[in-house]
């Protein structure tokens, strides 16, 4: 995956990023959250999958020493760790409406108007994080820069998606609804996002939804 620079250098609008960001109408209460403090990894209901790649990076250092996040998109959960590889917290996510591990060449730079339901994506892989700003000033985390992939605090786009309503209630399927990018609860962010991922680089690790696990993950998928 390309890594999106620290500064991203396009300024200008950029359709499909600069829809995204101006669409945002605020910050919404804290909702569903839950932080690791007082617990021990894993939690309770995370999947398989997500275990075994925690494992890996653990026990191979793939995280290069940098605090590093594990999305598990079919079961819109975002599971944080510090540098050195401690569990810091979990939460529930919102992602993007359609399934589907890639993003369609391009997409970063379309008005959203002209982005196909199907091609709503959170693509899934490795990723280096980077933090960044909306035109609006609000910081976020670029995920995939290039395909204007971020996570970010929860925000309403409109009142008739009830994504704080998904987000606090709503099941996996419901939690797709987004362009793509990745929106976590206010709180969760500004306690164990924005201190960290929010002032220099990290890693995150996307699981497939469509693919296979041994597809996307191919080593950590053999690791004992």
Not at 130 to 137: A, K, S, T, V
Request: proline residues 7%; positive net charge; hydrophobic residues 45%.
């Amino acid at each position: 995956m390309t890594t999106p620079s620290a500064t991203p250098p396009h300024t200008a609008a950029l359709s499909r990023r600069a829809a995204i960001a101006a669409a945002a109408l605020g910050l919404l209460p804290a909702a569903g959250a839950r932080a690791g403090a007082g617990a021990t990894w894993p939690p309770e209901g995370t999947s398989y999958t997500a275990v075994q790649l925690v494992r890996w990076v653990q026990g191979t250092a793939d995280h290069g020493g940098l605090p590093f996040a594990v999305i598990d998109k079919l079961g819109a959960r975002l599971h944080v760790f510090a540098a050195d590889g401690r569990w810091r917290g979990s939460a529930a996510v919102l992602l993007g409406s359609a399934r589907g591990d890639t993003s369609v060449p391009g997409i970063g730079d379309k008005p959203l108007s002209k982005i196909r339901p199907e091609e709503r994506t959170t693509p899934a892989g490795r990723f280096i994080t980077e933090p960044g700003l909306n035109l609006r000033g609000d910081d976020i985390v670029w995920i995939d820069y290039d395909a204007a992939v971020s996570l970010h605090r929860l925000r309403s786009v409109s009142p008739a998606e009830r994504r704080r309503e998904r987000l606090v209630h709503g099941s996996a399927e419901d939690k797709r609804i987004s362009y793509g990018c990745v929106n976590v609860d206010a709180a969760f962010y500004d306690r164990l996002i924005a201190p960290v991922f929010g002032q220099s680089a990290g890693v995150a690790y996307i699981l497939p939804d469509t693919w296979s696990f041994a597809t996307v993950f191919a080593a950590a998928s053999a690791y004992p």
